[in-house]
């Protein structure tokens, strides 16, 4: 795993530092209980960029959750994150619309998702992605 000083900006692009914004979801003893889907999209993205598989688990729902994830490839890094649409669905359910940013052997690549979030237990956890809204 990558350490981040909490000092840093964050990874998901957030102008409060990596300590203020997903941090504390991602340790600590508000760990996993990000308050929104919205929030919980950003501190997965940062997770991918920290290499916290273990989060990116925990905070996936069982339903569509895998037994394990594998390796990112070799040289990727995670360069960039813009939210750009949050659709509450009812109490329950959200979608949230991003463009990821990455780099791998020099080439910058752009991912334009749609992820899915459902709360279960009071607790937001991603279901799944889907294509751009």
Do not use: N
């Not at 949050?86 to 940013?101: N, S, W």
Request: with cysteine; hydrophobic share 40%; net charge positive.
């Amino acid at each position: 795993m990558a350490k981040t000083p909490a000092a840093d900006p964050c990874p998901c692009g957030s102008v409060a530092g990596y300590e203020a914004c997903c941090r504390r979801w991602h340790e600590g003893a508000q760990r996993l209980m990000a308050p929104s889907a919205e929030a919980l999209m950003r501190s997965r993205y940062s997770a991918h960029a920290l290499g916290l598989a273990s989060y990116l688990l925990d905070t996936w729902h069982p339903r569509t959750r895998p037994s394990g994830m594998a390796p990112p490839p070799p040289g990727l890094r995670w360069i960039g994150l813009e939210v750009r649409r949050v659709t509450p669905l009812d109490d329950a359910h959200a979608a949230v619309g991003f463009v990821a940013r990455s780099k791998i052997g020099g080439r910058a690549e752009r991912m334009h998702v749609t992820s899915r979030f459902e709360r279960v237990d009071g607790r937001w956890l991603y279901v799944e992605d889907g294509p751009a809204l």
